[in-house]
């Protein structure tokens, strides 16, 4: 999931880098590392030792990264399931046939 992904399922006063505060105070245990910028990069570099560790413990699970450190969002991306009426009509990103629409 991105940080963007995890502000717009909370909703209104979440932003991504909310999301990203929020994430480095969790308690161990939480899979901090499986959330990536909208880039399909790690974000953790200056926060995380090593620098990299993100990176390789996504790697160690089967997520691939090019020589830039970017993920395939459109491969590695997971969207969960919605819930409810509300939030089946809402998409965490607009397609763009969608998109014009408007």
């Given at each position: 999931m991105?940080?963007g992904?995890?502000a717009?399922l909370?909703g209104?006063?979440y932003t991504?880098?909310?999301?990203?505060?929020?994430?480095?105070?969790?308690?161990?245990?939480t899979?901090w590392h499986r959330?990536?910028?909208?880039?399909g990069?790690?974000?953790?570099?200056r926060i995380?030792?090593?620098h990299d560790?993100q990176?390789r413990?996504?790697?160690?699970?089967?997520v691939?990264f090019?020589?830039?450190?970017r993920?395939?969002?459109?491969?590695?991306l997971?969207?969960?399931?919605?819930?409810?009426?509300?939030s089946?009509?809402?998409?965490?990103y607009k397609?763009?046939?969608?998109?014009?629409s408007?």
């Amino acid at each position: 999931m991105t940080y963007g992904q995890i502000a717009e399922l909370l909703g209104d006063g979440y932003t991504p880098r909310t999301v990203g505060f929020c994430m480095h105070a969790s308690p161990d245990g939480t899979p901090w590392h499986r959330v990536l910028n909208a880039q399909g990069k790690c974000s953790t570099g200056r926060i995380v030792l090593p620098h990299d560790k993100q990176q390789r413990m996504l790697e160690q699970e089967g997520v691939a990264f090019d020589k830039n450190a970017r993920c395939d969002l459109q491969r590695f991306l997971w969207i969960p399931k919605t819930r409810s009426k509300k939030s089946e009509a809402a998409s965490l990103y607009k397609s763009k046939s969608s998109a014009g629409s408007k």
